[in-house]
Every structure is written in C-alpha cells, then in structure tokens.
C-alpha cells in the first residue's frame, strides 16, 4: 500500500502543506516528505507566512521555556499565591 510516488514535480497541495506544518517544524517527517514540503513552502507564498509564523511562534515558546526559574524565586511566587488565596 505504497503511495504513488510521482516524479517530484507534483509536490503536495496547500492542504497537504498545513496538515503537515506542524510535523515539519518538528522534525518528524521523512526526508522525502521534508523536501516535499520546503518546496511547497517556497512556492506557496500563503503556506510560507504560515509556516514562517509558526516558526517565530515556537522559537518564542522554546525561548520562554528554556529559561530557568530560580528556586527562591519561586519559593516567593508560590508565598504571595498563597498570600492572595488566604485574603482573597
Ligand atoms: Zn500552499
């Protein structure tokens, strides 16, 4: 039940591209299927703003959760939660 593998020039529709997005910023799609995709992307101006967003997007998210909360600080955090769930 192999897809048919055309010659390359197919490529995949913009649907293919968005479904996979995620997949493809991942890392998690076959060689292949990668190239397949980053073409689509190149050529697709509405696929590459999407794709390029979603790029920023987690680069934002990996920044936010690389960074390391230091312990006192959130010794503190969790005292003035705690505070406001007393008075409140
Ligand atoms: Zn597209």
Do not use: K, W
């Not at 060689?31 to 703003?49: F, K, M, N, P």
């Not at 003035?80 to 409140?88: H, P, Y």
Request: hydrophobic content about 40%.
């Amino acid at each position: 039940m192999d897809e048919p593998v055309g010659d390359g020039s197919a490529g995949v529709n913009c649907d293919e591209a968005l479904e996979t997005l995620y997949r493809y910023l991942d890392g998690e799609l076959t060689d292949e299927r990668r190239v397949l995709i980053a073409s689509h992307l190149d050529q697709c101006g509405y696929c590459g703003e999407a794709a390029h967003f979603e790029a920023e997007l987690r680069v934002v998210i990996a920044d936010c959760t690389r960074a390391r909360v230091p312990e006192p600080l959130l010794d503190r955090i969790r005292a003035v939660i705690a505070d406001e769930a007393r008075s409140g």
